[in-house]
């Protein structure tokens, strides 16, 4: 069975910067798709980052050079490290992966920016 484990997240100011990582299981990690997605109240979650197997990265255009998305394999994890962040980017934030052709989530992580 598919889980993942989102951490880190909380409250950073504007400027600052914030970790979040994801733990995979049930999975082969190493050939599979990571991404991480996001949603605030009343909108469609939307995707903020996603790192093939390959190690392939593309990013939403609001977070293109500020947020940066690596993986570990012999750990399982994918992380997102989110730089210079702005009070746009609060949102809750899931952890992504599709396994023959279904989606699974992480239970999200709140990261709140605001001074």
């Known amino acids: 069975q598919v889980h993942l484990v989102e951490s880190g997240g909380g409250l950073a100011q504007p400027g600052g910067s914030l970790r979040l990582s994801c733990k995979a299981s049930?999975?082969?990690?190493?050939?599979?798709?990571m991404a991480w997605y996001r949603q605030t109240p009343g909108s469609q979650r939307e995707l903020v980052a996603r790192?093939?197997?390959?190690?392939?990265?593309s990013f939403a255009d609001s977070v293109k050079g500020r947020f940066i998305v690596s993986r570990d394999n012999i750990r399982r994890t994918v992380d997102l490290q989110m730089n210079n962040v702005k009070p746009e980017d609060t949102a809750v934030y899931y952890c992504?992966?599709?396994?023959?052709?279904?989606?699974?989530w992480g239970h999200g992580t709140q990261v709140t920016v605001s001074s």
């Open positions: 790192i093939t197997a390959d190690g392939d990265r």
């Open positions: 992504n992966t599709v396994r023959y052709n279904r989606d699974y």
């Open positions: 049930g999975v082969n990690f190493k050939i599979t798709t």
